[in-house]
């Protein structure tokens, strides 16, 4: 039979290797995911037609330019830019995945036609995207819609 000072020493053992389990597993888990890297973001930029005469508000080509310039930022670390320079993707889908959203088009036009978020479907979209989280950026007039009057709206 065992001596009660043998139960003792192995209750205590087990107590400890219990303790020792329960931080060490934290632990591992914890430094894991810090060594995980970062998920890639994306950034998608969206233009819109050309609006104006020669070297004023080319949407399209700024577009085109600022994702140049993002793409050769050594600053910009883990991030992905997607251009749709004429206007907003045909593809619901290209947005999936999308961190933040930049948009660069004309809001004065007037028109259901000129401003993406006019759009229902597109707006409907947009609504989604900013409820999920998804930054947005809205470049010049970007965030000027046209009142209802101007155009063509009840």
Same mark, same amino acid.
């Given at each position: 039979?065992?001596?009660?000072?043998?139960?003792?020493?192995?209750?205590?053992?087990?107590? #400890?290797?219990?303790?020792?389990?329960?931080?060490?597993?934290?632990?591992?888990?914890?430094?894991?995911?810090?060594?995980?890297?970062?998920?890639?973001?994306?950034?998608?930029?969206? @233009? @819109?037609?050309?609006?104006?005469?020669?070297?004023?508000?080319?949407?399209?080509? @700024?577009?085109?330019? #600022?994702?140049?310039?993002?793409?050769?930022?050594?600053?910009?670390?883990?991030?992905?830019?997607?251009?749709?320079?004429?206007?907003?993707?045909?593809?619901?889908?290209?947005?999936?995945?999308?961190?933040?959203?930049?948009?660069?088009?004309?809001?004065?036009?007037?028109?259901?036609?000129?401003?993406? #978020? #006019?759009?229902?479907?597109?707006?409907?979209?947009?609504?989604?995207?900013?409820?999920?989280?998804?930054?947005?950026?809205?470049?010049?007039?970007?965030?000027?819609?046209?009142?209802?009057?101007?155009?063509?709206?009840?």
């Amino acid at each position: 039979m065992r001596s009660l000072q043998q139960m003792c020493r192995t209750a205590k053992s087990r107590g #400890l290797r219990t303790v020792v389990l329960a931080m060490t597993i934290p632990m591992l888990l914890f430094f894991s995911a810090a060594a995980l890297p970062d998920p890639v973001k994306e950034v998608v930029l969206i @233009g @819109g037609t050309k609006s104006h005469g020669i070297g004023e508000h080319d949407f399209p080509h @700024g577009i085109v330019l #600022l994702k140049e310039f993002l793409d050769r930022s050594p600053d910009l670390g883990n991030v992905r830019v997607i251009a749709f320079p004429a206007g907003w993707p045909a593809d619901p889908g290209a947005l999936d995945g999308a961190s933040t959203l930049v948009l660069y088009f004309d809001g004065l036009q007037g028109g259901d036609e000129s401003h993406p #978020l #006019l759009n229902s479907a597109q707006r409907a979209q947009f609504e989604k995207l900013m409820k999920d989280g998804v930054g947005v950026v809205a470049l010049h007039q970007t965030s000027t819609v046209p009142a209802r009057e101007e155009r063509g709206s009840p």
